[in-house]
Nanobody, 123 residues
Framework: QVHLVESGGGLVQAGGSLRLSCAAS????????VGWFRQAPGKEREFVAA????????DYADSVKGRFTISRDNAKNTVYLQMNSLKPEDTANYYC????????????????WGQGTQVTVSS
């Protein structure tokens, strides 16, 4: 069993930065892939970024490449999402998810989810 808690969301102006954190409980977290997903009102859940258990491989949505960076610190049971050059289009509730998945970009393959943290980017 893994329990995830996101933090770091907030209100920021366009061009600003935020760092989201996903803190996990459970000794098996280090061996799980972790993904970030987001969902805006009236929109479908969207893949943002993902990272393998070792941190050797990462994946990003085209819309955030070059602006967002995912990383993890297994010793702290935490995964981070550094978000730079934020745009109003990034406004959404952001969720982290963990699991031993075959395809990191598919939300329905993850077993564990946090409650989300709101990111709002103003013009």
């Amino acid at each position: 069993q893994v329990h995830l808690v996101e933090s770091g969301g907030g209100l920021v102006q366009a061009g600003g930065s935020l760092r989201l954190s996903c803190a996990a409980s459970g000794h098996t977290f280090s061996y799980y892939q972790v993904g970030w997903f987001r969902q805006a009102p009236g929109k479908e859940r969207e893949f943002v970024a993902a990272i393998t258990w070792s941190g050797a491989n990462t994946d990003y949505a085209d819309s955030v490449k070059g602006r967002f960076t995912i990383s993890r610190d297994n010793a702290k049971n935490t995964v981070y999402l550094q978000m730079n050059s934020l745009k109003p289009e990034d406004t959404a509730n952001y969720y982290c998810a963990a699991g031993r998945v075959a395809t990191m970009t598919r939300w329905d393959e993850y077993n564990y989810w946090g409650q989300g943290t709101q990111v709002t980017v103003s013009s």
